[in-house]
Structures are given as structure tokens and as C-alpha cells.
Nanobody, 127 residues
Framework: QVQLVESGGGLVQAGGSLRLSCAAS????????MGWFRQAPGKEREFVSA????????AYADSVKGRFTISRDNAKNTVILQMNSLKPEDTAVYYC????????????????????WGQGTQVTVSS
């Protein structure tokens, strides 16, 4: 069982930055690939970024490549999403998720494979 708690959301102007954090409970954090997803009002949840169990592999949605950076600290059971050059279209509730994976380098992009989810944190980017 893994419990995830996101923090760091808020209101920011276009072009600004936010740093989202996800704290995970449990002693097996390093056995999970970690991902960030987001859901805007009236839209489906979409993949944002993922990192492998060892942090050595990462994946990004095309819409955030070059602007967002995902990282993890297995010693602190934490995954970070650094978001720069934010745009109004980045406005959404952002969710942290954990996917149990065998291979240490997998970066899942499909929500269906993520077993545990946080409660979400709101990010609002004003124009």
C-alpha cells in the first residue's frame, strides 16, 4: 500500500514557475515508477510525465517537453515536478501516481497501469 500526498500547487502568471511535490508513504517507494497526470475541467485525465524506479529514465508529454522536469529522491520517498514557462493551458488538477513495475527503467504513460493516486493539487495559470 502506498499513500501519495501532493503539494505545491497554486496560482501563477503565464511564464512563471511552480514546483510540485509528491510525498509517498511506505518502505517500497523504489519499487514504483512514478508519474504525474493532470485533468482540466471538462477534459479527460492526461499524462504529463513519468520517472522510472531508479530515476534514470524519464518521459514527458509533448506539450510539456522542455518546460517541465521530473525527478525523484528514493531516500526521501519524494517525486518532484518542476514546471517552468507555464501557460494558461497548463491549468488543471495535477495528480501524482505510483505504478508497481518489475523493470527499473520503465516509465509508464498510461493511467490504467498506475495503482495508487494522490488527491491532486490545483494549478492555475493566469494570462
Amino acid at each position: 500500500q502506498v499513500q501519495l500526498v501532493e503539494s505545491g500547487g497554486g496560482l501563477v502568471q503565464a511564464g512563471g514557475s511552480l514546483r510540485l511535490s509528491c510525498a509517498a508513504s511506505g518502505r517500497t517507494f523504489s519499487l514504483y515508477s512514478m508519474g504525474w497526470f493532470r485533468q482540466a475541467p471538462g477534459k479527460e485525465r492526461e499524462f504529463v510525465s513519468a520517472t522510472s524506479r531508479n530515476g534514470g529514465s524519464t518521459a514527458y508529454a509533448d506539450s510539456v517537453k522542455g518546460r517541465f522536469t521530473i525527478s525523484r529522491d528514493n531516500a526521501k520517498n519524494t517525486v518532484i515536478l518542476q514546471m517552468n514557462s507555464l501557460k494558461p493551458e497548463d491549468t488543471a488538477v495535477y495528480y501524482c501516481a505510483a505504478s508497481p513495475t518489475i523493470a527499473p527503467t520503465i516509465t509508464p504513460t498510461q493511467a490504467v497501469v498506475y495503482r495508487y493516486w494522490g488527491q491532486g493539487t490545483q494549478v492555475t495559470v493566469s494570462s
